[in-house]
């Protein structure tokens, strides 16, 4: 089946850094989806990419869809304390529809 | 409050026994989803379900029994606990299909197998 390749793993960024991660998949997506999971809760939607070369921005946050679309990238500019969590891609499975499978997740840490 | 909540938060069961995770969720939502958090592995389908009494295996199902005979909730049940069952687990709900409408996550029930 495809697979999402998430990197990097984790980051260690100072406050006021930009920061920026990305995913690829091993076939063709049609949507795009980054998530974030702050400390001990669920993951949240943050933004949504629905077209190739598309280039969306939710205030600090700016994730893009591939021109190849199997791959997208979120920057993060400006980074805040705030920022720390775990940030998640995800895109529609294709062997079923409904179903999401999520990259492994990028960390990231913000020093002060 | 509206939203989706689930229990216990925290869990801790000796191998073989049986545990049941619960998803309660107020938005009427028709699709109900179940994932496991491990490290190294992001978020995985154990099962989803796109309505009451409509439920359909995801990518790791095995060890793990679903129901939906309300639209509000979704049990997970281990009918026999692993040590590699130790997870976090999280509910999710969303209007639709997951890709045009945000899933809508839980904060997880922590489970440990001893």
């Known amino acids: 089946g495809q697979q999402l390749n998430q990197s990097p793993q984790s980051m260690f960024i100072q406050e006021g850094e930009d920061v920026s991660m990305n995913c690829t998949s091993s076939?063709?997506?049609?949507?795009w989806l980054w998530y974030k999971q702050d400390p001990g809760e669920g993951p949240v939607l943050l933004i949504a990419?629905?077209?190739?070369?598309e280039l969306t921005s939710n205030g600090r946050l700016t994730a893009q869809f591939g021109i190849t679309r199997k791959d997208s990238f979120l920057n993060i500019s400006a980074s805040i304390p705030s920022d720390v969590g775990i940030y998640f891609c995800?895109?529609?499975?294709?062997?079923?529809?409904?179903?999401?499978?999520f990259g492994a997740g990028t960390q990231v840490v913000v020093t002060p | 409050d509206a939203g989706i909540t689930q229990s216990p938060r925290y869990k801790i069961t000796e191998t073989g026994r049986q545990v049941t995770l619960m998803c309660h969720q107020t938005?009427?939502?028709?699709?109900m989803f179940w994932y496991r958090q491990d490290l190294g592995h992001g978020l995985r389908l154990i099962y989803y379900?796109?309505?009451?009494?409509?439920?359909d295996k995801g990518e790791v199902p095995d060890g793990y029994v679903v129901s939906r005979s309300k639209t509000e909730n979704f049990p997970l049940t281990l009918e026999s606990a692993t040590r590699s069952q130790t997870s976090v687990y999280f509910c999710?709900?969303?209007?639709?299909?997951?890709?045009?409408?945000?899933?809508?996550f839980g904060n997880g029930t922590r489970l440990t197998v001893t």
């Open positions: 938005w009427s939502h028709s699709y």
């Open positions: 990419l629905y077209k190739a070369g």
């Open positions: 999710a709900s969303s209007v639709g299909s997951s890709y045009n409408s945000p899933l809508h």
């Open positions: 995800a895109g529609p499975s294709t062997d079923s529809w409904g179903k999401l499978q």
């Open positions: 076939s063709i997506f049609n949507t």
């Open positions: 379900s796109a309505a009451a009494d409509i439920t």
